[in-house]
Structure formats: C-alpha cells, structure tokens
RNA sequence: GCGGACGUAGCUCAGUGGAUAGAGCAUCAGUCUUCGGAACUGAGGGUCGGGGGUUCGAAUCCCUUCGUCCGCGCCA
C-alpha cells in the first residue's frame, strides 16, 4: 500500500531526524496527502507546517530536513520542500511498476486487509416494524448498514447483521394491523367486514391477506386477534425479508422483540436494574435515572399500569446483545429517531457497559419527488413508494448506488421520475461500463493471443502511473470510509478509478500485436483496474456485468 | 421554546485544518476510417448562507445570526 509505505518512510526520517538531534522528540502526527496540482508530485506532506509548532524551527527548514532524509531511498525519485514548507514527493517508475505487480499478485485480496484481533460487531439496521412493507424511506438505512458491514468485514471485523423486529403482543399497532389484514381476508371471502377505521389502507395489506387465504384457506374468518396478529406479522416479515434480499441485504438474524418478553429477560434486567439503583418510582410508574447519563429527561420503563414500555424491551435487548459476546454494537437508525439516541445510550451505561461500545448511526431523511412534486409518505393511507416498486423501474443496482452515493449524514433528495426516465445516466453505469469494457477488451485480447503479464510492465506513460496510483488507493479508501462511517467515499472513489481508466484508455492503446509485451504490461494493468473496480462495487451491493 | 442535522456552481452533491474549492447533470464548443461513443477534450458558471473568532493557514474548528428539515408520549 502506497500511502502506508509513505507514512513509515515519513516517519522514519523524523526518527532520523530527532535522533540526530535536529528536532526535539514529539509525538508528531505523520501525514500523507495527494496534491492538487499534479505538477506538485505523486504525494505531498505538510508535515514541516505542522510541526513547527511544537519544533521552533521555520517550516522551510523542518522540510528541508525531511527532504534530505527522503531523498536517501532509491524508490523516492524526488523529494523537494516547496510553498510555505511542504515536502512533494515523486516516486520512482520502479517503484510505481512493482506496486502494479503487487497489485496483479494480491488480485482481490487489494480490497481486504486482517486484524490481529478482529473486533466482534453487531450491527442492527433497518428494523421495520412488520406492520408494512419495505419502503424507499427505508432503502437508505438498508443500504447503509448493509455496505458498512461489508467494509467493516472488508477491513477485518467479524460483522453480525441483525434486524429487531418490533412484534410485541402489545403493540396497538400491531392489533390494528392484524385487523386490518383480517378485514380484507373476510372481504376477499365475500363475507361481510368492517374495516377498522385508522386501519391499514395500502395494497399490500391486500396481498398479506391473499397469501394467507393462498397458505391456510378460508376457514380462518371468525379466528380472533391472537390468531391473526402472528400471521399477518409473519407474512409482512416474509415480504420485507424477499424485498430486502432482493436489495442485495441479507440479515443473519431476525431479533424478535417479544422473546424478550417470553424468556423473561426483560423483567429480570428491569429487577437488575432497579437493584442497582438505576429506577424509581413515580406517580405508580418506574422510570430509568437516565439523566444521570445525559438524557434530558427521565424515562418511564414500566407504565403505571404494569406494562413495560418499549425502553424495557430496547435494555434488555443491548443487554442481550453484550451477553452474545459482541465488543461493540451499532444502531443505524433513520433521522427521525434521533432523540431516542441519548436515552438508548443512557440504558447501556446504565446496565454498566461503557458508552464507547455503543454507537448510534443516523442516517438523515431522504425526500421523494415525482411529478415534480414533494411525495409525501404514510403508511396508515398506503401513500408511499415501496422499495420494491424503485427496483422494478430502475432495477437493484440504480437503487443502491443512489442511496450509497451521498454522504449519510447530508439530506437527500431522491427525483424518481429521473432515476426512472434518465436512469441510463445514473453514474453507476459510468463505471459499470469502464467494468465491461475491460472484460470484452481481454476477451478480444484472448482472441489474438494476447494475454496479461505483469513482469512486462516497464517504462510507464503518465495515465499508467495514475492508474497504478489510483488502484492503489482502494485499501486506503476502504479503511477510511469503514473508521469515519462514511460509506459514499467507496462510490466517490470507484467513480473516480473509473474515469482514471476510461482517461488511460484514451491514451494507451492495449491491443497492438506489433508490441506483445507493451501489450501484456497493459492487459495487466486493466486486470487489477478490473479487480479494484468490481471490488469496489461489491462493497456497495452493486453488481459488476460483463456486458451492458 | 429546547435539542439535533444540514446550507458549497443553474440543479443534485463531493471536498483528510493546507498550495489556484471539485464532480455529475444541464448549457455551449469540439474529438471517431483503429481495442465498446454508456467514452474523451475544452468553455462559461462560486461573497463555500451572513457576521465575528481561533492560527502561519478555515468550506472544514469555536461563537453568533438567518434559513430548511427532524425530534421533543406512561406510542413503537
């Protein structure tokens, strides 16, 4: 990795550097940029700037030392300060064509890195209440979790993904769904039904009704709610679950609320915690002291009449997840949950666990317009857009890479009668075309015998050397965006090696049976191009064809 | 009112405290007898919402103000 052999070299010249006595012992931050301006050089360290600091040295000299030390390895082709005291950096066309070899050598491997101690991680996302099925509200958070996990996976972790589902007995909501199921399974029976009246109204109630009348007949009409609220719950998870397999998210687990209940976790947790002091007892209710732990206001655990709320079942179910093993847990949850962060956070001090391992992710709110016009979304009236509506017009791939393409925490805005009409010009196909296009290339190449060799690599051409570069990269992306929990960086960057590719396409031609070996060198690099874009496509859950 | 997020090109959005703030779309002008034109090259377009501050240096950090969105239940 290029940047990470920088780094040491970096730091290994201010090692040289104090012990010579040149610079006082700090704890120096080691820094590796790319310039701007290309005219600057491959890499640039503002290092000198930021050490000044602490050294009582100019930054002009504090460079000039770190240039000297660079410009002993035969690998750095130049080092030279420059500007207010930056240290450019040019590496040598050796070096850039060994890195080209290594990267045909890793093949896909350049997209993982392991850790010595991988860090066990839950991570819960999506989490729908089955009461409704996918909608594209919810496409951004499933996308989301689902291509943090994958980075997380890609940079060593152990990923466990997980949706809570929300299937307390208790739920109103819960009753008026079954209800309303239950109405449209008696209307498609041609038996009378009252429809409740804040029921369900969206068409797919319809279908859960027609799947049940399809699996258990006709003879359920006068079945009551303890009958109908599993089964039409059930029926909505199978939906929500083929949807959102369909989305490229899979989950290895389904957490049922209710099992909380059922197993006793949650009264006992609820005794553990008032044991400890965490509750009291107020106006016949039992609240959590969650301002000890920052929240704004207390919380009631447990109503007055003896039902818990849902906090109950949210302690006992971190709890439930610590006592599985995992080291840290990740909520990712949609903006207009953001208040229930600080009182989710509070529950897990709380119950003793440090508050670093828990983290809470908010994606903020992406608005939909169609027509021109703002599509406003509610479940009760069936108002909304599912996500598996968005996939039949603009297939799975579109969907996604939209999703992943801004940054999580930006409001988004979501034009769908431009992802349906102009959907060819989704970026995602710019850089699933640089994809095929290399594959039906090699396979030309094929045809005349030609085939990739990266020992030929040698005397490289500027867009070479950027490529290589830019290849290089993706181990470095891949790390950044799974630390900063900033997902689009995979698609900013595939985006970008995509246009690095289509630009040495341009300029250097593959296939030239005259010069076999100019042509094998470049077969190789379109190989590991190959390689670092389908990577980074399937990190995003964006397929990667050989044709178009 | 309180809390949180966001204000960057006509539109949608990138942007690690660093050098001359970028991309896509849109607009305009170009590139093809050659490996996939779903491509490439170029042009125009900016008080980084406003105002203070921190420092060698701020779109980025702090304060303040304006605007937009979200949340503020013994609902889940």
């Given at each position: 990795m290029i940047r990470a052999e920088?780094?040491?070299?970096?730091?290994?010249?201010?090692?040289?550097?104090?012990s010579a006595g040149q610079l006082p012992a700090a704890d120096y931050p080691i820094e590796i940029?790319?310039?701007?301006?290309?005219?600057?050089?491959?890499?640039?360290?503002?290092?000198?700037l930021t050490a000044a600091k602490f050294a009582g040295k100019s930054p002009a000299a504090i460079a000039s030392l770190v240039v000297e030390q660079l410009s002993k390895l035969n690998w750095i082709e130049s080092a030279s300060a420059a500007?207010?005291?930056?240290?450019?950096?040019?590496l040598s066309e050796n070096y850039f064509c060994e890195c080209a070899r290594d990267?045909?050598?890793?093949?896909?491997?350049?997209?993982?890195?392991?850790?010595?101690?991988?860090?066990?991680?839950?991570?819960?996302?999506?989490?729908?209440?089955?009461?409704?099925?996918?909608?594209?509200?919810?496409?951004?958070?499933?996308?989301?979790?689902?291509?943090?996990?994958?980075?997380?996976?890609?940079?060593g972790d152990q990923v466990w993904r997980e949706f809570y589902v929300n299937d307390g007995v208790n739920s109103l909501q819960m009753r008026l769904f079954a209800e309303s199921v239950k109405a449209r399974y008696r209307e498609l029976l041609g038996l009378p039904f009252q429809f409740p009246d804040d029921g369900y109204k969206g068409d797919y109630v319809m279908e859960v009704a027609e799947r049940f009348l399809k699996e258990f007949g006709d003879s359920h009409p006068d079945d009551g709610l303890e009958f109908w609220q599993p089964h039409a719950q059930s029926m909505m998870l199978e939906i929500q679950k083929r949807d959102l397999e369909r989305f490229g998210v899979k989950f290895d687990c389904w957490f049922s609320e209710q099992s909380l209940h059922d197993d006793g976790s949650v009264s006992r947790d609820i005794d553990a915690l008032r044991a400890k002091g965490e509750l009291y007892e107020q106006d016949g209710a039992l609240y959590l002291r969650s301002t000890a732990f920052g929240d704004d206001k207390d919380r009631v655990v447990v109503r007055a009449d003896g039902r818990p709320t849902y906090i109950a079942s949210d302690i006992a179910y971190h709890k439930n997840k610590f006592d599985r093993g995992f080291d840290h847990?990740?909520?990712?949850?949609?903006?207009?949950?953001?208040?229930?962060?600080?009182?989710?956070?509070?529950?897990?001090?709380?119950?003793?666990?440090?508050?670093?391992r828990f983290e809470a992710i908010i994606t903020q709110l992406v608005r939909f317009y169609e027509n021109g016009k703002l599509v406003e979304m509610s479940k009760r009236d069936g108002s909304m857009v599912t996500l598996a509506e968005l996939m039949d017009q603009v297939g799975p791939d579109v969907a996604r890479f939209f999703y992943l393409m801004r940054s999580h925490e930006a409001h988004m805005e979501f034009d769908l009668d431009l992802a349906r009409e102009h959907s060819e010009r989704n970026p995602v196909y710019y850089v699933q075309y640089a994809h095929a296009r290399i594959c039906s290339l090699m396979a030309r190449a094929k045809e005349q015998g030609l085939e990739a060799d990266p020992n030929a690599i040698e005397h490289l051409e500027t867009p070479e050397r950027e490529l290589i570069k830019k290849i290089w990269d993706l181990p470095f992306e891949i790390a950044r965006a799974a630390n900063d929990r900033a997902v689009h960086r995979v698609a900013t960057y595939i985006t970008e090696l995509a246009k690095q590719y289509h630009d040495f396409y341009e300029k250097c031609r593959v296939i030239s049976p005259e010069n076999p070996s100019r042509s094998a060198a470049r077969l190789a690099l379109c190989e590991i191009t190959r390689t670092a874009i389908r990577e980074g496509l399937n990190l995003l859950g964006v397929s990667a064809p050989q044709q178009m």
């Open positions: 920088l780094a040491r070299a970096l730091s290994d010249a201010v090692e040289a550097i104090v940029s790319e310039p701007k301006n290309p005219a600057h050089g491959d890499f640039a360290s503002s290092f000198a500007g207010p005291g930056f240290v450019n950096i040019r990267a045909f050598a890793a093949g896909s491997g350049i997209a993982r890195t392991s850790k010595p101690q991988p860090m066990r991680v839950n991570i819960e996302f999506v989490s729908v209440n089955p009461n409704g099925p996918i909608h594209v509200g919810h496409g951004r958070g499933a996308a989301f979790g689902d291509t943090l996990a994958r980075l997380l996976e890609a940079s847990l990740i909520d990712v949850w949609g903006a207009d949950h953001h208040g229930y962060v600080q009182r989710t956070r509070a529950a897990v001090r709380a119950l003793g666990y440090s508050e670093d």
